[in-house]
């Protein structure tokens, strides 16, 4: 099972690593990072080099897509090159999905139009303008593409893609490895919950 | 504040990932990551290259220390250039956190003699043999030495953290911005909860 990972400058570096830890632990899941050019990435805030093994031009097809987003992923949204590869990879795919923002670079694709779409909750006004219904939902499935909300819902996303592609037991097999038993100490993770003095240090 | 995260080849991603994601959003956080060597390391079973900035000799001091864990960590937990190193950061750091088997590098630098803490379920028997007493819960706070359960339950560590050093606004605030809402589709994340044939499988 081959998964492609789109990977970018100023990427939100848990919007990838959540569904990667997830779905590399899958039995032949074989992962493979793509940025335009091979070589490295640097995330968010220049926080870490990321490598690209690959580059969009040797990846011609893929079991799973993985889209993250991050600051980074309005340039994708809007680089035709990477537009162009993920029009060609998307027919063949079992599963396209997003994270986060990476939203907006399968809306640039145009392939969110008619759909129900999720990504972060700060960008959620922008799905509209590629022809996507916003939905209020961690995870939204419509038919193979699936899009998740902000960052951590990745790790939800990947769980639920595991379930329909290697069985419950294997996505909780998974869950216990990665020992997904959460508990944060707020309960401030949605805008409802956290409420409006908290948004707006957010913002 | 400097944050030094110390990455090693065969770490698991989200161990590293998770808290980083969360601590890079305290205003003033400066993230280095250290290796033994400048260059890239290999995350667990070579999913990705990661690129450590600095070399261990480079780093002489911070604010907080974090070591995340993943195969790997059972070299580094017997390496004295490694333990050295977190033997001479530890003085002077606010903070000293590790993430699954990171508590092992902790327990290898004799850090954790006469305290609790916790690490991965399927290590946690490793623990006494370092003079510390397991305990399972999610995040172990003993003075400044904070120990983290499994992968990811440093998201859980990094906002308890930063609700303690930022104030609890700034945490719920960054708990928002990554949308850390967590909604499972199993309840699988734990060793009492996954059951005895998901424990096998996971085992």
Known sequence: ??????????????????????????PGARIRMVAKKPGAIRTQSGVMGIIADHGLAEITRADI???????GARAMAEDEAVLDWVRRIH???RWTTSVCTGALILGGAGLLRGLKATTHWASMDRLAGYGATPVQERVVVQDKIITAAGVSSGIDMALALVARIAGEDRAKAIQLRIEYDPQPPFDAGSVAKAGPAIVALAR
Chains 1, 2 share one sequence.
């Open 1 to 26: 099972m081959d998964i492609a990972v789109l990977i970018f400058d100023d990427l939100t570096p848990l919007d990838m690593v959540g569904p990667v830890e997830v779905l590399s632990r899958v």
């Open 65 to 71: 897509l993985l889209l993250p987003g991050g600051p």
């Open 91 to 93: 027919p063949a795919t």
